[in-house]
């Protein structure tokens, strides 16, 4: 059963549990990695910081929770993950590395559960915009609600949302519900135009 526990109260959900790594690679370095529940909705959640999805750990682990979000069919929510600082790893010297990120990346255009990016108040405006492409929407923390409302009309960026930080979870509601019905070949297609987009752009 899921606790009640000061993560919960951070992210402004009712409960989380935290999930191990692991043996071979550790935990990975994530500042959350494990399942919430928010109302009734349960969701597979993964907080990144500027240092996470550096190494091998930090993808597989990543890739260890996908399998679980789509194996137990429940939405994936990330909060402050950004896949696009580490695109240079995209070609890394280790092998190991960048075969892991571009299966975790491939399983994330592909999973059949919606997918939402949360980013708060420490995040820049530019680097939530670049995770549109990874995201079937996003929910943004900023006190510039002119300048986010005006890339919320941009039909290239296709940004979701924008509040404030009490309203998380209300939004976050909102959308897994709007996209709960769409069919699954209408989420992955719209994610892999939008990379295509990006790439050539």
């Known amino acids: 059963m899921l606790s009640k526990d ?8 009712d409960k989380t549990i935290q999930l191990s790594g692991d043996r071979a690679g550790g935990q990975g370095n994530f500042d959350f990695a494990g399942l919430a529940e928010l109302q009734t909705i349960k969701v597979v959640l993964l907080k990144g910081n500027p240092q996470s999805l550096e190494q091998p750990a930090d993808w597989r682990r990543f890739h260890r929770l996908l399998d679980l979000a789509e194996r137990i069919q429940k939405p994936v929510l990330l909060w402050n993950l950004l896949l696009t600082q580490n695109e ?13 990120i571009k299966i975790t990346k491939m399983q994330l255009l592909k999973l059949p559960q919606p997918i ?16 549109v492409r ?10 510039e609600k002119e300048e986010l409302l005006a890339a919320l009309n941009s039909e ?29 070949s209408e989420l992955v297609s719209h994610r892999l135009e939008r990379v295509h987009y990006t790439e050539h752009s």
């Open 116 to 131: 939402i990016s949360v980013y708060d108040e420490t995040i820049g405006l530019d680097d939530a915009i670049q995770g």
């Open 6 to 13: 000061p993560t919960a109260l951070k992210f402004q959900l």
């Open 88 to 100: 240079t790893l995209e070609n890394p010297k280790s092998l190991e590395l960048g075969t892991t």
């Open 156 to 184: 290239r960026q296709k940004l979701k949302i924008v509040c404030e930080q009490a309203d998380i979870p209300k939004m976050i509601s909102n959308l897994l519900e709007d996209f709960s019905r769409k069919k699954v």
């Open 134 to 143: 990874w995201s079937d929407g996003i929910v943004v923390v900023k006190p």
